[in-house]
């Protein structure tokens, strides 16, 4: 069987008001013809009078001419009802015809912006449809469309460097091993021992830096089951963890806070606060630091905030600090720096949890970081 064309929406429009013009002119014709009707009828009066023969006369013959009356009122009232059904067929065709010119009309702004939608691609996403015209909803649509097309175009752009950040990361310790291999490879007499070490240096970096791609890529979908979450308890595991390297590099940990209800991933929001303290720790001053951890109920919801000692820093370098690959102007190469993904991960999580990330520069020298989290259904 040959499958019938698709029902556009101009052609359902037409339909539309064609029916509901057909369905109008009916109740009006229908209506119209009740009301004749019943106003048609004339009164039949008989006047009395004269004698009884002459009476019965004269009522016979104005029963007759009633009947005709009627006769003709019925036929002029059918042949009035015949005409107008022809003109409410013709005026149907008409509006068909008209309804499908207003149609036409009206979707020409959902044409235009159906072709620059689809001329759009990655290669050109700084085109918008930027439709004209009065505010309406098909001018309501266009923008929500602009907004979302400026939404993936930065996002796109995004990801672009990203990767190619993630491409330079990632060729570094492969040409480091290249080399490596190379230089043993000419000189046979070296020292296999510190070339094993050296290896093993350069694999643990590439082995970190690609699960920290790994956790990234997975914050960015948001694919985790929401829980009820303390946040405090997730602050003070982080903070045991690291005290080891807190106390090797001279910092003190000072932790404090109340049960802090939200809702999230309690993994990912472990991953947060490690993140969080780890470069609080080792971004700090080189003896005698401090990072201050709090947690705490909010109106708005639940706030953790990491503070730490350390050089003086400039509101420009820290709106860069969350950047993948980037600590501020220079890019992450230091022992202690990992991969340069620790406050990129941390934004990322942020997002995924539909929270605030704040960083300002602390007065005195440091970091301060303020993240603000929905509160827990339960509170």
Same mark, same amino acid.
């Given at each position: 069987m040959s499958r019938l064309p698709p029902m556009t929406v101009r052609l359902r429009l037409t339909l539309l008001y064609s029916a509901l013009f057909l369905v109008s002119g009916v109740v009006l014709l229908v209506a119209s013809y009740l009301v004749f009707r019943n106003a048609a009828v004339p009164n039949l009066i008989v006047v009395p009078g004269g004698s009884a023969h002459v009476t019965a006369a004269r009522e016979a013959a104005t029963q007759m001419k009633y009947q005709h009356?009627?006769?003709?009122?019925?036929?002029?009232?059918?042949?009035?009802? +015949?005409?107008?059904?022809?003109?409410?067929?013709?005026?149907?065709?008409?509006?068909?015809?008209?309804?499908? @010119?207003?149609? =036409?009309?009206?979707?020409?702004? @959902?044409?235009?912006?159906? #072709?620059?939608?689809?001329?759009?691609?990655?290669?050109? @996403?700084?085109?918008? +449809? #930027?439709?004209?015209?009065?505010?309406?909803? $098909?001018?309501?649509?266009?923008?929500?469309?602009?907004? $979302?097309?400026?939404?993936?175009?930065?996002?796109?752009?995004?990801?672009?460097?990203?990767?190619?950040?993630a491409s330079?990361?990632?060729?570094?310790?492969? #040409? $480091?091993?290249?080399?490596?291999?190379?230089?043993?490879?000419?000189?046979?007499?070296?020292?296999?021992?510190?070339?094993?070490?050296?290896?093993?240096?350069?694999?643990?970096?590439?082995i970190d830096l690609t699960e920290a791609l790994l956790m990234l890529s997975r914050t960015d979908r948001e694919s985790f089951t929401q829980e009820e979450v303390d946040l405090s308890l997730p602050a003070e595991e982080a903070t045991e963890t690291l005290l080891p390297l807190a106390e090797k590099r001279g910092v003190t940990i000072d932790t404090s806070g109340d049960p802090t209800p939200t809702?999230?991933?309690?993994?990912? +929001?472990?991953?947060?606060?490690?993140?969080?303290?780890?470069? #609080?720790?080792?971004?700090?001053?080189?003896? =005698?630091?401090?990072?201050?951890?709090?947690?705490?109920?909010?109106?708005? =919801?639940a706030e953790l905030t990491v503070e730490n000692t350390g050089e003086e820093l400039s509101p420009q370098f820290v709106?860069?600090?969350?950047?993948?690959? $980037?600590?501020?102007?220079?890019?992450?190469?230091?022992?202690?720096?990992?991969?340069?993904?620790?406050?990129?991960?941390?934004?990322?999580?942020?997002?995924?949890?539909?929270?605030?990330?704040?960083?300002?520069?602390?007065?005195?020298?440091?970091l301060r970081v303020c993240v603000e989290l929905p509160r827990g259904r339960e509170s």
């Open positions: 009356v009627i006769r003709n009122s019925t036929d002029a009232l059918h042949q009035g009802l +015949l005409r107008s059904v022809i003109v409410l067929a013709g005026m149907t065709l008409v509006s068909i015809a008209l309804g499908w @010119l207003v149609a =036409g009309r009206v979707l020409r702004p @959902l044409r235009e912006m159906t #072709a620059t939608t689809r001329h759009i691609s990655e290669r050109n @996403l700084n085109e918008r +449809l #930027a439709l004209a015209g009065p505010r309406d909803e $098909l001018r309501e649509l266009a923008d929500t469309i602009d907004g $979302l097309l400026a939404r993936l175009e930065t996002h796109v752009a995004e990801q672009q460097r990203f990767a190619a950040n330079h990361e990632l060729r570094t310790p492969l #040409a $480091l091993t290249q080399a490596l291999l190379e230089v043993a490879r000419d000189d046979p007499d070296r020292d296999d021992g510190e070339l094993v070490e050296r290896l093993h240096e350069v694999n643990a970096r590439a809702h999230g991933s309690t993994a990912l +929001l472990l991953q947060l606060v490690t993140n969080l303290v780890h470069n #609080a720790i080792v971004h700090n001053l080189p003896a =005698g630091g401090t990072v201050w951890v709090r947690t705490g109920a909010r109106p708005q =919801g709106s860069t600090l969350t950047e993948p690959f $980037l600590r501020g102007s220079e890019r992450a190469r230091t022992d202690h720096a990992g991969v340069g993904l620790g406050l990129a991960i941390v934004r990322s999580i942020v997002d995924a949890h539909e929270g605030i990330l704040t960083l300002t520069p602390r007065h005195g020298g440091g």
